[in-house]
């Protein structure tokens, strides 16, 4: 795993390839309660997830979308203002990222309970 072919993977990947790189850690407490040897699961509209790293860690929020081209999370009321005071999402990396709660769908059951 060479840095440049990393970093090749990320910017000039196809996009099938980048979905893979939208996974977020689970929280504890859901591991426990989905009974699932997963340490990460790829993170979809409507998920709760909690901040932890950067200017606005430890809120939680809900998913408002998500973004497969620049591998970025956008969150609900997570907002700034920029110079023209116009208020826009902030967006977050997976990596700073940890789930607390999942939308439930049939494709996530299945998924889950097939361990």
Known sequence: ????RERRKKYQGKLHSKVGMLRVHLAKELKATLKTKKRA???NKGDTVMVMRGS???KSAKVQSVHHGKCVVYLEGVT????RGVESTI????SNLKLTALKESSYRKEL???E
Do not use: A, I, T
């Open 80 to 83: 700034r203002r920029n110079v």
């Open 112 to 114: 889950l309970k097939g």
């Open 56 to 58: 606005q860690k430890g």
């Open 41 to 43: 699961v790829l993170v």
């Open 91 to 94: 967006p977050f990396q997976p």
């Open 1 to 4: 795993m060479q840095r440049r």
